[in-house]
């Protein structure tokens, strides 16, 4: 079973150094960062299971941190940190999206009790990204109508283009052979030599990318298959 991929977000060099070590023993696969601005870079670059953040940061606060993040797209479970104990700012951090919230000085085991809650409640096999509505650069896809726009113009898809790009944000950040997509998105149980995926992530690439040559959302990982960065 694979670790768990866990974002820690703290500022006190200390705090960072000794939660990382506890996470790391308990099983997690701890990244760090340091300042919100690092922490929204992260957050919306890889795939975590969940993001431990800490109110009070450098560059911008948590809340902005986890505004940012829902305004992504990012449905990754978010547990806020913070010295504060007013209520008035735990409303205001879940209403920003936090999951949920814990006050320094805090026991270490009721944090990895608060994380593995909201690994439990957290949607499985979406990688933490919303499957409604998704935005990366000025590209914004809504599953449920099924439409793509750029800078809200309507592009048009053919419904495999569609269903290709659907499972991309699905498995952001991860390596997807063209087997895998054969069989998860054309429905072959036996993947035939084709050419049909390669294809189709060209077709994609003409209508999403700033410039199809150098592409910087689908990218090809080469002897593997391609990677969703969006």
């Given at each position: 079973?694979?670790?768990k991929?866990?974002?820690?977000?703290e500022d006190?060099?200390?705090l960072?150094?000794?939660?990382s070590d506890?996470?790391?023993a308990?099983?997690?696969?701890v990244?760090?960062?340091?300042?919100g601005?690092?922490?929204v870079?992260?957050?919306t670059g890889?795939?975590?299971?969940v993001?431990v953040?800490?109110v009070?940061?450098p560059?911008?606060d948590?809340?902005d941190?986890a505004?940012?993040i829902?305004?992504?797209?990012?449905q990754?479970?978010?547990?806020?940190l913070?010295?504060?104990?007013?209520?008035?700012?735990?409303?205001v951090?879940l209403?920003?999206?936090a999951?949920?919230?814990?006050?320094?000085p805090?026991?270490?085991?009721e944090?990895l009790?608060?994380?593995?809650?909201?690994?439990?409640?957290?949607?499985s096999?979406a990688?933490?990204?919303?499957?409604?509505?998704?935005?990366?650069g000025?590209?914004a896809v809504?599953?449920?109508?099924?439409?793509?726009?750029?800078k809200?113009?309507?592009?048009?898809?053919s419904?495999?283009?569609f269903?290709l790009l659907k499972?991309?944000?699905e498995?952001?950040?991860?390596?997807?052979s063209?087997?895998?997509?054969?069989?998860?998105?054309?429905g072959?149980?036996?993947?035939?030599?084709?050419?049909?995926v390669?294809?189709?992530v060209?077709w994609?690439?003409?209508?999403?990318?700033?410039?199809?040559?150098?592409?910087q959302y689908?990218l090809?990982?080469?002897?593997l298959?391609?990677k969703f960065?969006?």
């Amino acid at each position: 079973m694979p670790e768990k991929r866990l974002l820690l977000v703290e500022d006190e060099p200390g705090l960072q150094l000794a939660l990382s070590d506890r996470l790391s023993a308990e099983g997690y696969a701890v990244e760090t960062a340091g300042d919100g601005h690092a922490a929204v870079a992260r957050a919306t670059g890889e795939p975590f299971d969940v993001i431990v953040l800490d109110v009070m940061l450098p560059g911008r606060d948590g809340f902005d941190v986890a505004k940012t993040i829902r305004q992504q797209g990012i449905q990754t479970p978010i547990l806020m940190l913070t010295a504060r104990s007013q209520v008035v700012d735990r409303v205001v951090g879940l209403k920003l999206g936090a999951d949920d919230y814990l006050t320094k000085p805090f026991e270490t085991i009721e944090l990895l009790a608060r994380i593995e809650a909201l690994m439990r409640r957290a949607p499985s096999g979406a990688g933490g990204v919303s499957l409604e509505r998704y935005q990366f650069g000025d590209i914004a896809v809504d599953v449920r109508k099924t439409e793509v726009t750029m800078k809200g113009q309507l592009l048009e898809l053919s419904a495999k283009e569609f269903q290709l790009l659907k499972y991309f944000i699905e498995h952001r950040g991860a390596t997807v052979s063209r087997d895998e997509l054969l069989h998860e998105v054309w429905g072959y149980t036996n993947a035939p030599s084709t050419r049909t995926v390669d294809v189709h992530v060209a077709w994609l690439r003409q209508k999403l990318e700033p410039n199809p040559r150098v592409p910087q959302y689908i990218l090809t990982v080469h002897g593997l298959g391609y990677k969703f960065s969006g």
